[in-house]
Every structure is written in C-alpha cells, then in structure tokens.
C-alpha cells in the first residue's frame, strides 16, 4: 500500500496552529505538510531533533522512519523511497553531509527528489557539534564530484525551517534534483513562534508521474507530455520497468560511458532544466535597497545580526540595506549584478571564514567594493560588530 | 506436453533485448546465476511490474541491467541501504538485490548488516569471485588466505570473510551457497529464498577467469 498525504491526519499530528518550537521540529513540520512519507536517518548533534521529531509523527501519518546505519545509508534509502514512490527526506549535520556526499550526486545524476537538512556545525570534521556554522555552503554547491546544479535555501528564522522545508520538497519534486535546507546550529536548536499555514494556504508541487504508453515512454530525456527538460517519473512498480544508473546514461536510460556526446548531453540537460530557470527560482528579500549605498548580502542565521546593524545604521541616517538570500543555489546572479551597479560597497557577513563571498565577489565584477565579514567558532555575529564593517573597519 | 523452461525461452521473457550483448567476459559465471534467478521467477510466477533488482558497482552489479524490470544500479556497497528505501516506500515491491563479494562485503558490509539485523524483506544474491573483477582483480575480503591478487601479489595475509556465516549470525531468514556449476538444485535455491519472507542471501562461487585468473 502506497502512502497517501491525508492533510486532516498531518493537522492532527502537528497540533495547534501556533507553536513554540525548535528549528530542527519546524523542518520536521515542514516535511510532513509537504508530504514526506519516508525519513531515513542517522543521529548528529545538532540535527538529532528532526529524526526523533520524525520517528515521534511520521508512523503516525503513516509514513516511514527508519534509523539507518549510518548517513551513507541513509541517503541511500531517502534515494530508493522516492524510487519506490515516496517523498522522502533526511537531516544531518556536516560530518553526515561529507558521508552523503557520493549519494548526493547519485540523485542528481539519477534525477531522484529528495530532500536534506543540514543542520550545520562547525567545521572541518567533528569541530563544535553543538555550535552552529554556515561551513557547509559551498559543499552544498560543489561537494559532489563532476558537475552539476545545487539547490538549496537558507532559513534565518524557525518560521522558515519549515516554510523552507516545504519549498525544498515542491522544488525537489518540480525539478527532479536533491535540494537541501542549508539551516545550521543556531536555528536548528532556536525556538521561535511558528505559524502552521492552513490547507488552502499551502502550495504543494508533486512530481509529475510517468503516463504515456509504455512502449513510448523514454525515461531520461525532456519531458514527453510538457514542455520541460524535466522527464516525468516512472515510479518503480508501475510497469514501466525503468533502468536508473548513476553511470552516463542515454535517453532510455542505458549505460553511455564510451561517448563524449551522450555525457554532454545528459549532463547539460540536468543542469539547465534548472539554470533555465534561474529567475523562476531567484528567492531574495530586499530591504532598504531604494536608496542603499551600503547592503549587506546575507543569508541563514548571520542575516538576523545584519539586520539589527543595518537598523542602527538607519536610526543615525546611514544608508544602509540588506539583500538576503532565501535560496542561495542557484546563485542569484541577477539580483548581484543589479545591486552592485548602484551601491559602493558590499558586506557579507558569515559563519565561515568566507564561502558566499566568492560568488558575490564573481558577479559583482568590480562594479562596487566587496567585504568579508566572516565569524567562526560557532557564535553568531553581534550587531555591533558588523556594524564595524559600515564606519569602514 | 510439460512446459520446459530452457534457457532460451526464460531468456526472450526476461532479458532486456537494448543492453544484449552484455559486458561479462568469457567464462564468467555471472550470466549463469541470471539463468537461475529467471527459472525461480518463472516458478513463482513473479509479476515483473512489481519486482525492482538492486545493485551497487562491480560485474554482478550489472546485472539488474540486463532484466526487462525497473532496477536501481546504485553507488559502490549501497545497493541494500538503497533498497531499503524503495522496500519501505512500496512493501508491495519484490527485492532482488545482485552483488558481488567486493560490493557486498567490503564496501557495503555496513549496510549487509544491518539490513540482516533488521530482517528487511529482500532477497540478496551475492556472487562471489573473490575478486575486484570489473577493476582489474584486486584483493577482495573473501579471497582466501594466501592468494595472489594484483593487490597481494606476495599473497593474501588477511583471513577471508565467510558472509553466509556472518548473515547466519544476524538471523537471516534463508542462508544459502552454492557455485555455477551446480545445475539444478541452485534453482530451488533462489525459489525458495524469493519464496521465503524477510531477509535472505544466497550466495554463489563463481569465477573469474580474466581478473582474478590472471593473478593465479
């Protein structure tokens, strides 16, 4: 028997409309509005909270919690339940994500929706496990050998773990690629007013099932029944008797290891079906960018400090804004380039010695000064001390 | 007239004609274990609309390939941990699951485990060369004590891995071995362990007279 999302059940398990919860039981929420039905996980300080969050409600909407062996394992079967038809997710911490790292791939490259929570720690390897980091931004992006295209959105309120949680799965079902919930220590473990959207309120995306004959169907290739480079999903059990490698692969989904073409093919397809639609994607909030001459680009917990100085810039005139980054991958190049063309200077405050930064730094091509603001060792910035950053410092 | 299951006619009802030839060497045992596996089916009377092979990286690991079914060839030892997931998602699914002794063994033995442990409903059939085949014939946890690989070409100083013996440990549910040049009773073999719920493995010696073979 198939799961089925029975929105009257996942209410009942959720509770009360308003809550005061944890970040890591706000991305729980999150998957269980959107309808994750399998949770395969491994515990990690501090992302533990959502798997136990999982075990505790997912049996009881009918879905599936698994503890695996190990994060290898539990990418894995994430990766095998939305074969099998499920949506599915996972949450870990930086150690985990490093060991997610080959299956990552698999799912881009195999075109499966799945979603990760990184609940980030600082790093490199066991760091902080309790203090939380933005260490693992470019890992998202680049982590995975070869090339492709990351998706992934940072929350920088407990509200947006789960808001951010159910934007993941509709973006991984939409596009048929793993998207991770990039959040981190400071906003898994906050707890925070949280507002459950109503039914009517929530937008939920589902993969589009395979449903043209059979003998017709060619399962890696655009879309045969839209106009998309999307294919649409041969759930496994439904007869279409779909071959999945990992492995360069053709139209039919055949080993194609010998050709240049094919992996050319196949590889640019799954990267522009979603570069394609970059500005579709582009998830940023504006403040005070009218007349800014001063913006901090920010993103996660790090924005909440920068708001803060950016207010006591603007009670003492300063013109001062910020650009926050919801999604962060793909990279909103547009929104950079524009920005950087009307201000002098522009500061990037974060929990890593300095990752985001990089891509502000390409896109922004000179136009205006670009600042690192990088904090690590798992505190958060206090306003005050970017507010350093705008006398000049 | 009883209906004679030859090779040839399991061959034009399971075989996935687009991937024919395959890419197994001459002498390989692998495609005998696929006649095996194909005459179980045909017995059971599996529905292949419901019947998803797993697999991970290595010769065996190919197999699922060749199968007119849905099949997940996954990523080097994860096969099992990936079928899991497709098991939970659809326990209505049949899991077959094809690996090799380096796959299941080395790599993956984590998640052999553990899915033992768990008594997952899957049937694993491991071939064992005893030998990385699809690289070149590197030393494999099953290889025996004093063999030659081109990894151990002073020979092999570990002890070998028994996995029938391991999984016997753990509870599975049926534990078999047998080699590709047992005929018949292997059939029955893989019938009944497809037959049998939970986890079961079936594991066959088989060789390999390219990789492994050029070390000895």
């Not at chain 1, 074969?83 to 799912?107: C, D, H, I, Q, R």
């Not at chain 2, 080699?179 to 493995?201: D, I, N, Q, W």
Request: aromatic fraction near 8%.
């Amino acid at each position: 028997m198939m799961y089925k999302r029975d929105p009257e059940l996942i209410r009942e398990v959720l509770g009360k409309k308003v809550q005061f919860i944890l970040g890591d039981i706000a991305c729980v929420y999150g998957g269980l509005l959107a309808g994750c039905s399998f949770f395969g996980g491994y515990p990690i300080t501090p992302a533990s909270e959502v798997a136990e969050g999982m075990a505790r409600r997912l049996p009881r909407v009918k879905g599936t919690y698994i503890q695996m062996e190990d994060e290898i394992g539990s990418i894995a079967a994430v990766i095998g339940a939305a074969w099998g038809g499920a949506k599915s997710m996972t949450a870990t911490s930086g150690p985990g994500f490093s060991l997610m790292m080959e299956n990552y791939g698999y799912a881009v490259m195999t075109e499966t929706p799945c979603v990760i929570v990184n609940i980030q720690r600082t790093g490199p390897s066991t760091g902080q496990p309790t203090l939380g980091a933005q260490g693992d931004m470019m890992q998202a992006r680049w982590g995975t050998h070869g090339d492709f295209e990351a998706i992934a959105l940072a929350p920088s309120t407990v509200q947006e773990c789960m808001d951010f949680t159910v934007e993941a799965f509709n973006l991984a079902e939409k596009y048929r690629n793993p998207v991770c919930v990039m959040a981190d220590g400071e906003m898994g473990h906050l707890r925070e007013r949280v507002v459950i959207p109503d039914e009517k309120d929530l937008k939920i995306i589902n993969r589009v099932p395979a449903t043209i004959d059979k003998d017709k169907f060619i399962p890696f290739t655009n879309s045969q029944t839209r106009n998309s480079k999307v294919p649409d999903f041969p759930t496994f059990g439904t007869g279409y008797h779909t071959y999945v490698t990992g492995l360069t692969h053709n139209e039919k989904g055949f080993p194609a290891t010998d050709k240049q073409p094919d992996h050319e093919k196949l590889v640019k397809r799954i990267t522009t079906k979603i570069t394609d639609d970059i500005d579709k994607l582009t998830n940023v909030e504006k403040l005070y960018l009218d007349d800014a001459k001063t913006v901090f680009v920010t993103y996660g917990a790090s924005a909440r400090p920068a708001e803060s100085a950016m207010e006591m810039a603007r009670a003492k005139g300063k013109k001062v804004g910020m650009l926050r980054l919801k999604l962060v991958w793909p990279f909103p190049v547009k929104e950079i380039q524009e920005l950087a063309s009307k201000v002098d200077k522009i500061i990037v405050p974060e929990m890593n010695l300095g990752q985001i930064v990089h891509p502000v730094r390409e896109y922004v091509e000179g136009q205006c000064k670009v600042v690192s603001a990088p904090k690590i060792g798992g505190e958060m910035h206090l306003p005050h001390e970017l507010y350093k950053y705008l006398e000049g410092k | 007239m009883p209906d004679i299951k030859t090779a040839d006619k399991l061959n034009k009802k399971y075989l996935r004609g687009d991937m024919w030839p395959t890419i197994f060497c001459n002498g390989c045992g692998h495609g005998v274990v696929l006649d095996y596996t194909f005459w179980a089916i045909e017995e059971l009377g599996l529905d292949m609309d419901k019947t998803v092979f797993v697999s991970g990286i290595g010769c065996s690991s190919r197999l699922p390939g060749y199968i007119n079914a849905d099949g997940l060839h996954t990523t080097h030892g994860r096969a099992i941990a990936f079928a899991t997931g497709i098991k939970a998602a659809n326990p209505d699914l049949n899991i077959i699951v094809f690996t090799g002794d380096g796959d299941c063994s080395g790599i993956g033995g984590n998640h052999l485990i553990h899915a033992a442990r768990r008594n997952i409903d899957m049937t694993v059939i491991m071939i064992n060369n005893f030998t990385y085949g699809m690289t070149g014939g590197q030393l494999s946890p099953t290889a025996p004590l004093g063999s030659i690989a081109t990894t151990a070409p002073y020979g092999n100083i570990e002890h070998p891995f028994d996995i029938c013996e391991l999984v016997k440990a753990l509870g599975a549910n049926y534990v078999a071995r047998w080699t590709v040049s047992h005929p018949y009773r292997p059939m029955k073999s893989v019938k009944a362990g497809l037959e049998k719920k939970g986890f079961s493995l079936i594991e066959f010696f088989s060789p390999c007279p390219t990789a492994c073979g050029n070390s000895i």
